[in-house]
């Protein structure tokens, strides 16, 4: 079975500052690894996704992410956080190949960027 | 449209009554998914459609939840007997089926449900 555990549900930054959300998973398989994004009162969004081809995914709004298999480890990096990036970040695996495809996701972590 | 769209964005209900929430997906779209966020968590799974069928419906959590998709667009989730605890955001999100388990899934902006 898969699963994801996102470390921290509230991350407060500061505008300019690093922006670290973590994202640790478990699979039986070789995982595909998602970021998904949900501003306020809209869809979630796709920010970014590995697929087992570079280890560091480069996503849009200057996000990326970095695989790293002996840490099961998928973390969010944005260098300089702007106002525009509070928002809810969730990390998702996807399901078993062969079977069903569903993702399945983390609880979410809420990003507030103070000015 | 060009998106995924659910209606009803809002739905008030009694414990006990009956409700039918609907998404309609990205034209073209063969797999839909519904999910259950409720407060606090991320997206919980629901059941996945490829084209008419349940694929994969796994994640209902009991009988009184049951969804359809008789023309391959357009599905219902229907909920039986409403209960407090169902009282969350319904979401369903649809996507082609080129790339298999690396494919995005695009996201309706949900219905809120509440049960009093």
């Known amino acids: 079975a898969q699963s994801v555990t996102q470390l921290g549900s509230h991350v407060s930054v500061s505008e300019g500052a690093l922006v670290l959300l973590r994202c640790n998973y478990s699979?039986?398989?070789?995982?595909?690894l998602f970021w998904y994004v949900q501003y306020p009162n809209q869809g979630l969004q796709l920010l970014l996704k590995y697929t087992s081809a570079a280890t560091l995914v480069k996503g849009i709004n200057g996000f990326e992410a970095e695989f790293k298999k002996s840490e099961t480890s998928f973390h969010l990096t944005k260098p300089s956080a702007h106002m525009s990036d509070a928002a809810e970040y969730f990390c998702a695996v996807s399901g078993s190949q062969g079977g069903s495809e569903k993702l399945v996701f983390g609880k979410g972590t809420k990003l507030t960027v103070n000015p | 449209g060009a998106g995924v769209s659910q209606t009803p964005s809002n739905k008030v209900t009694e414990k006990g009554k009956y409700v039918e929430l609907r998404c309609d997906p990205i034209?073209?779209?063969?797999?839909l998914y519904w999910y259950r966020q409720s407060l606090g968590q991320g997206p919980e799974f629901l059941i996945y459609f490829q084209g008419t069928g349940a694929a994969d419906d796994s994640g209902l959590p009991n009988d009184r939840f049951f969804a359809v998709r008789p023309e391959g667009s357009v599905s219902t989730l229907k909920i039986q007997r409403t209960e407090r605890g169902d009282s969350a955001v319904y979401l369903c999100?649809?996507?082609?089926?080129?790339?298999?388990?690396?494919?995005?899934?695009?996201f309706g902006e949900g219905s809120r449900l509440t049960v009093l």
């Open positions: 699979s039986s398989v070789p995982p595909y």
């Open positions: 034209s073209g779209h063969t797999a």
């Open positions: 999100a649809s996507s082609s089926l080129a790339g298999g388990r690396s494919r995005e899934l695009f």
